[in-house]
């Protein structure tokens, strides 16, 4: 089964007013009411309607390449090869991570540490995954 994220904007009354899917990257899979351009949409990120970018503080991000248009400028870890390239998105691995700040993916089972400091994560995710099933 594959993850989808979802975004909906609802009227106080509960009334779904718009609602979008996105394929695991990002592109839009489904879009209800989407001209309302509602911010943010992906993972909870800016989007910048004339350039169809995702702005994740840090640097851009284009769901129709799934890489970011920046380099991190944190340094690799050598001990995760996926940070070696330093436009690649969530390791690669948008199913498991998201990453809040445009620097450091968060999520999965462990906490990530790949710039070798000794904190742990203190980020948490927007909560707006799910399993694909059309709940929110």
Do not use: W
């Not at 992906?42 to 994740?56: A, E, M, N, S």
């Not at 330093?86 to 710039?115: I, M, Q, R, S």
């Amino acid at each position: 089964m594959s993850r989808a994220t979802h975004g909906g904007l609802r009227y106080k009354k509960g009334d779904l007013v718009q609602c979008i899917e996105y394929t695991p990257f990002g592109q839009e899979r489904f879009v209800l009411n989407g001209a309302l351009e509602e911010n943010p949409k992906f993972t909870g990120q800016t989007h910048d309607i004339d350039t169809d970018l995702y702005y994740y503080n840090a640097r851009y991000y284009d769901p129709t390449l799934g890489r970011f248009l920046q380099a991190d400028s944190l340094i690799a870890n050598v001990f995760q090869p996926q940070t070696i390239n330093p436009y690649a998105y969530v390791l690669n691995n948008p199913l498991k991570y998201t990453d809040p700040t445009g620097h450091e993916p968060f999520g999965g089972d462990e906490n990530l540490n790949l710039n070798g400091d000794s904190g742990d994560a203190a980020v948490s995710g927007d909560g707006n995954s799910g399993d694909g099933t059309g709940g929110t």
